[in-house]
């Protein structure tokens, strides 16, 4: 989830809530930890307990920008700070261009939720197409100038137009099927057998408990899988409508 740093009050709004609609539905939200529409998604995330990831355009041990040191330890904490960079490596402007293509090959999708015509947040999408993945973006006023690059993406790059959690998660969900609060699952998700999930995460399905909840490393070791394994399929199972997050990790969810 990219976008511009000089973000207008509406564009943090609607990245902070979308974040955290799909934090609560096991989604990992990575983004480049940069002011405005960056840091409201990764804040989204947390505020749900979900997991996030910044990408860095320097080292992991030189916080840029400085005002988000103590956002890049919560999310250190919890999730992950991630850079191509060696430590002690300032940021640069090109290495800014080329961190965000990271952004867009460590995601099943991106979404750009401000961003203006010459916006770098612009870039990101660019790879995110170039890498065949999709490409989505938040629509705004048509009379701001910090949502024009949203429109141009949408109108000339056929970048999808996303308004809520449900909507994205209907792009990059493997079964294509949106699963959220508002819109109950369709009864084609309800009843899909397991034989369509892929093995390791019909492996991490079978390793849930049928009565309670169980954590990510108890997962893992149950189902024979690795840590980030159990972390990815269970974003997909949770998109599906398989499991969901509690306050004791995560649970079957109750058809």
Same mark, same amino acid.
């Given at each position: 989830m990219v976008g511009s740093r000089a973000? *207008?009050?509406?564009?943090?709004?609607?990245? +902070?809530?979308? =974040? @955290?609609?799909?934090?609560?539905?096991?989604? *990992?939200?990575?983004?480049?930890?940069?002011? +405005?529409?960056? =840091? @409201?998604?990764h804040r989204g995330a947390q505020v749900v307990g979900a997991i996030?990831?910044?990408?860095?355009?320097?080292?992991?041990?030189y916080p840029y920008p400085a005002g988000h040191a103590g956002l890049f330890a919560d999310i250190a904490a919890a999730g992950l700070v991630i850079s191509e960079w060696p430590p002690g490596r300032h940021p640069a402007r090109l290495r800014f261009l080329v961190?965000?293509?990271v952004i867009a090959a460590l995601t099943c999708g991106t979404v750009v939720v401000e961003a203006g015509e010459r916006s770098g947040a612009l870039n990101t999408a660019r790879h995110a197409a170039e890498l065949g993945r999709p490409l989505m973006a938040?629509?705004?006023?048509?009379?701001?100038?910090?949502?024009a690059g949203c429109h141009q993406i949408i109108r000339d790059w056929g970048a999808t137009c996303v308004t809520c959690a449900a909507d994205i998660?209907?792009?990059?969900?493997?079964?294509?099927?949106?699963?959220?609060?508002?819109?109950?699952?369709?009864?084609?998700?309800?009843?899909?057998p397991r034989d369509e999930l892929d093995l390791d995460?019909?492996?991490?399905?079978?390793?849930l408990p049928a009565r309670g909840a169980a954590g990510p490393s108890t997962i893992a070791v149950e189902a024979g899988v690795d840590l980030d394994t159990v972390l990815r399929c269970l974003g997909l199972l949770a998109g599906c409508g398989f499991v969901e997050r509690c306050?004791?990790?995560w649970q079957l969810r109750r058809r």
């Open positions: 973000a *207008t009050g509406y564009g943090a709004h609607v990245a +902070g809530e979308i =974040a @955290a609609d799909l934090g609560e539905q096991g989604w *990992t939200i990575v983004s480049g930890g940069a002011y +405005g529409i960056d =840091a @409201a998604a996030t990831i910044a990408v860095l355009a320097c080292g992991v041990d961190r965000n293509r938040v629509p705004g006023p048509v009379t701001s100038r910090q949502s998660i209907e792009m990059v969900s493997p079964l294509g099927i949106a699963d959220s609060p508002e819109a109950p699952a369709p009864a084609g998700l309800r009843g899909a995460s019909a492996r991490v399905l079978d390793a306050d004791r990790g």
